[in-house]
């Protein structure tokens, strides 16, 4: 017996979010949670640096340094990093100077949640830290702003990634 292509797809989303689960949880038990926090993010920042270059490459962008890539580019690679861990998104570029991103459903935010740390873990700065470094990665003038999200109370996140 065999699993699926939908089963196996289901343990890796579920791999991903465990395995930065435990991780986080064994550093802050040996060191804390700001010590925890500090890595993870480095670890996050790191991550997202090698998917955006291998998710170019399988796409066929070249993203040359000191060339900024059009926002509809930019909103590419942010829907399709987010949906890596099963995170439902759409992204809207308006009148070519900014791009709308709404998360609908976050893996990461559900976790928490179950988990009951949704109050300990600091979202909002996670996403500002590690979203901003991937944008700027692209493009260095690229911004981001987080308008609503999950953790305040509100139906889903929305960001406006634009040019300073």
Known sequence: MELTPEQLEELRLGALTA???????????????????????EVWKKYGLVVLKRMARMLGLDLPAGAPPD??????LMENICRIDGTECRGEVRDGKEVLFRVTRCSW??????????????CEDIDNTIFRHW??????????????????????????????
């Not at 935010?109 to 600091?122: F, M």
């Open 135 to 164: 944008l700027r990665a692209v493009d260095p003038s690229l911004d981001f702003e987080i308008t609503t999200s999950l953790p305040r109370g509100d139906s889903f996140c929305q960001w406006v990634i634009r040019r300073s």
């Open 19 to 41: 395995i930065d689960g435990l991780w986080f949880l064994e550093v802050e038990s040996a060191y804390g949670f700001e010590a925890a926090l500090k890595l993870d993010l």
């Open 109 to 122: 935010w559900e976790n928490l949640k179950k988990a009951g740390r949704e109050k300990v873990v600091p």
């Open 71 to 76: 926002l509809e580019t930019v909103n590419l």
